[in-house]
């Protein structure tokens, strides 16, 4: 083979790579944004499977099962979609649990479930991944038209004992970059919590141990929970009550 016939061949290669459907290097398939997930909320919502794609992928299945081993009695749930631009944003695509109403049955707290995604291309490549993510209920609903914050659990709480609090937050018009900061009633700055790549629908959450940037235990009083959007700088304020 001549340099010319090799130097053919090794781009044709690299470029069947380069549109093969695949998932992108270093990503993992996500529920409500985190992979594995252990606190997958159930109460009046429906978990957000995400994954990132590289190349050309035309088409996707989705598979939810009771088992890790996806046994036909197992099955929940079972969906095709198409790579559209309604469900696919910077080549992250995303589908609600029972988006098509198909599902077997709704999903229940305190169990754990497993996923399975495959995407297909056009040249006939195809690639698969999974996980898994385990179940809770909620007691509280988040219906903001933008964005929403509360306080599920534990308010007040008492730190000293070793209790901790429980926040939710979710994206409600499109995806968002959202951060957590806790303040004092005098306005003096307790923590933060990184910045989180929120997508629309999913629903996130942070405990928080009562202790402030330092590890210390704050003192006994009323703090502001504030959830903000980076990008237009508006947010949401909740109270929590820290007791001794």
């Known amino acids: 083979m001549n340099k010319k016939l090799l130097l053919l061949s090794c781009l044709m290669f690299l470029a069947a790579k380069l549109w093969a ?3 992108t290097t270093g990503t993992l398939p996500l529920v409500d944004g985190i992979y594995n997930s252990t606190q997958t909320i159930v109460t009046a919502h429906q978990p957000v ?9 035309s088409s996707f299945t989705v598979t939810v099962s009771s088992d890790n081993v996806f046994s036909p009695s197992g099955e929940l749930w079972s969906y095709t979609g198409s790579t559209t631009a309604a ?3 910077n080549y992250i695509t995303r589908v609600s649990y029972d988006a098509d109403g198909t599902a077997l049955q709704a999903l229940a707290a305190c169990a754990t479930y497993y996923w ?4 297909y291309g056009d040249d006939g490549s195809s690639a ?8 809770i209920d909620a007691a509280v609903t988040l219906d903001g ?3 929403d914050l509360a306080v599920d659990w534990n308010n007040p709480f008492n730190p000293a004992k070793g209790q901790y609090t429980v926040f939710r937050y979710a994206a409600k018009d499109r995806d968002r970059n959202l951060q957590i900061r806790i303040f004092s009633l005098s306005g003096e700055f307790i923590r933060e919590w990184p910045e989180q790549a929120a997508m629309q629908g999913a629903w996130y959450t942070v405990n928080w141990d009562g202790k402030n940037a330092d590890g210390v235990i704050v003192a006994r009083g009323i703090y502001f ?3 903000i959007d980076l990008g237009d700088k508006k947010g949401i304020t909740r109270r ?5």
């Open 225 to 227: 929970v504030n959830l």
């Open 116 to 119: 399975q995604v495959v995407i």
């Open 145 to 147: 038209d933008k964005f």
């Open 87 to 89: 469900n696919t944003i």
């Open 128 to 135: 698969a991944a999974s996980g898994r993510f385990s179940t």
């Open 240 to 244: 929590v009550a820290v007791v001794k």
């Open 21 to 23: 459907a695949q998932f």
């Open 49 to 57: 499977f995400s994954w990132e794609y590289s190349g050309t992928v």
